[in-house]
Structures are given as C-alpha cells and as structure tokens.
C-alpha cells in the first residue's frame, strides 16, 4: 500500500526551502514520483548545474523525517554530465554515498547561534558523527556551509579537497567567516547560474530566483505541456 510522505520544510542544514519551486503532479503521491528510497531517504530531484553555459556539476533534492535538503556535488567529484544524465549511472554513485558520505549523516547536530554583530545569522555546527561545519543564514533566507574543522590529518586532506577549505580544532574568526561569506557572495553573483533537471525527474526543483527568469526550467516544461 503506497504512504503519502508529508512535507514540513524547517531549518535545515543545507538551504531553507522558502528559497524553491517544486512541480509535481498533484493528482499523484509525492512517493510515486520519487527516484529512490532507499535508507528510508526520499529522492526527489536531480537537476544539472551550469555556470555560464558550462556544466558544473549536480544538485539533487532529498527528504527524510519530512525535511528537505538539497545536496551539491561538482563535476570533479565524479558527477560528469554524462552520469549525471544516466539514471543507472548516477543512482549507483549516490546509493553509495549514502554509505560512505559523513555529510548525509542528518543527525547529531548541534548548533550553537555566534553573537557576531553582522546582519547575516552564524551558527557553528558541532557533530560527533561528521565535520563540525559553520552555517551562515543570508539576508534572503538561503544558507552557506563551510569552514570545515577537522581533527586528523586524513580528515583534514579529504576537507580541503572535497570543500576547499578547513581547521584543525578550532573554529574561524569572525574575519574568518566574513571573508568566506564576501567570497561565496562574489563568485554566485559574477556568474550566470541555472539548473535543469534531468528527463528522469518527475518532479522539477528550481531556485526561486531562477522560477522569476523566462529560462526558468518550470516554465519552459509547462509551456510544452
């Protein structure tokens, strides 16, 4: 027998979903149309990234104890377009990172709110199952992670390769952390930046700023209806 899975977006290590478009068809279940269940995770979307016209790697929209998240992963990572655009190929890839990935790790969290004085909202993260991370709320609601502490050498080198950047125990600066934010801002808005889902999606996931664009993937898969 097929169960609705509910939906209640809430503060959520990855993005606060006020900032998405979901289209779905509503006459059907939300499981019906997911891509996968497995770890009792709901698969909801895979959608392309490209940066200036050029492909950059891959967000795909997961949900789990009625939460969503939205998880990036860069061509370098072995997300090419091509096993991107084969289902086959990319479920293989992230049936194992459900295993192998501390950052799926949803729970153990602690976050601790830091009187910074900036308009933006700080939080450290701190987890013994994973990276202790910081997340800083922007002024329109979307999140940044980064600033990764790690304790050991190995943790510290798969950090600095997968996120670019991190700490041995400790945590960043208030400087710190307004250099990563000036510098995440900086590269989103020098570069054109959209997603299209791939044809394997049932439901269609979008930026909110990209649904009030003509190129707005949404858009463009309603028209063909």
């Avoid at 949900?63 to 992963?73: D, R």
């Avoid at 329109?140 to 790690?150: A, E």
């Avoid at 700490?167 to 590269?187: A, C, G, H, L, R």
Wanted: include cysteine.
């Amino acid at each position: 027998m097929e169960e609705e899975v509910k939906v209640n977006p809430k503060f959520i290590s990855e993005a606060f979903d006020e900032n998405f478009v979901y289209y779905l068809d509503t006459n059907k279940s939300i499981l019906s149309q997911t891509l996968d269940t497995s770890e009792n995770i709901f698969l909801l979307n895979v959608r392309k990234i490209y940066t200036n016209n050029t492909y950059f790697g891959v967000n795909y929209t997961t949900l789990t104890n009625g939460v969503i998240y939205h998880h990036l992963k860069c061509k370098d990572r072995g997300y090419s377009e091509l096993v991107v655009e084969d289902k086959d190929a990319f479920m293989s890839k992230y049936k194992n990172e459900l295993v192998t990935d501390p950052m799926l790790d949803w729970g153990g969290f602690v976050l601790k709110k830091q009187k910074f004085n900036l308009p933006e909202t700080v939080y450290f993260c701190f987890s013994n199952t994973s990276y202790n991370h910081t997340l800083i709320q922007l002024l329109d609601g979307s999140l940044l992670r980064g600033l990764y502490g790690v304790q050991t050498e190995i943790e510290y080198q798969k950090a600095k390769k997968d996120f670019g950047i991190a700490f041995y125990n400790s945590i960043p600066t208030k400087q710190e952390v307004i250099d990563f934010m000036n510098n995440k801002i900086s590269i989103s808005t020098s570069n054109h930046i959209c997603t299209v889902s791939t044809n394997y999606s049932s439901i269609i996931v979008e930026h909110a700023s990209q649904y009030g664009q003509e190129w707005s993937d949404i858009k463009r898969r309603k028209s063909h209806e």
